[in-house]
């Protein structure tokens, strides 16, 4: 069977790596090239792992532009398969491949078809998810499931754990996958479309903290959008203040002051009022392009939120 594999970020690398231990390297990889790199912040450069494949190589911006589709009809593709790329994918790309495409979605389908998912997640204060592995169609996440895979999300999960918890998961699944589908036995479960709910695109501006609110609303946003994405921040001097991780104080109680105010130092951070009773104890921060953290001794940006 001729596979030919769709990507860009981490995901597709861990993807890539385990069709590799299988046995399953794919023919052909079609991948951005790295001057797009500031699509995804997520991006991964799969030139070296393609070539340790023996994979032909193919970089493109649009998998629907003319050039792609001829290449797949060339390499006479059975199974495409599309793992961390942001673009839906036409008519022509799906029928370039004989027995069709698979997608991968980092949610329990139906549910969360869409954008950010994982930060979504995290923000909705969701307790499981799934891994998600579904031939595509002319819809959004809305093609037939292959294969899914439950995942726990933890009370303090970030962005970066259920990641790791997603990636791990597309590992497992993806060569059970493609075997079934050599084998002809590859699942087609129909979506219910009358449970589907849609993720909105999220932009680095969302990531922007406002003070007003409680504390535990303020720890969920940095969970959620931090490594690998963009990060929460908010306004300092004038510059963006990314901040990395942060925990609640439990000596909030002790301090007052106005949301956003720096109230205390410590020995390893420093600690924010809120717009309830709480605090925040920030314990990783670095301003926008800069590796060094800063020593905070000011209201921090609440205009800005």
Known sequence: MRTAFIGAVEGSAVALEALARAGMAPGLVVTLP??????H???????PL????????????????????????AFDTDLALVIGWSQICGPAFRASARIGAVGFH????PRMRGRAVIPWTILLGETTTAASLFWLDEGVDSGPLLLQESIDVAENETARTLYIKQTGALARMLPKAVELVRAGTAPRIEQDHARATYCAKRTSEDGRIDWRLPASSALRLIRAVGDPYPGAFTAYKMRKLIIDAAEPFSDSHRFIGLPGQVVSDTPCGFVVRCGDTGCLHVTAWRLDGEAHRPRLHAKLGVEAS
């Open 41 to 47: 912040s997520d991006y991964v450069d799969l030139t």
């Open 106 to 109: 980092p949610a329990p389908l």
């Open 34 to 39: 790295p001057e797009a790199a500031h699509r």
């Open 50 to 73: 393609a070539r340790d494949c023996g994979s032909a190589l193919l970089f493109t911006t649009d998998v629907n532009a003319p050039p792609v589709i001829e290449a797949l009809r």
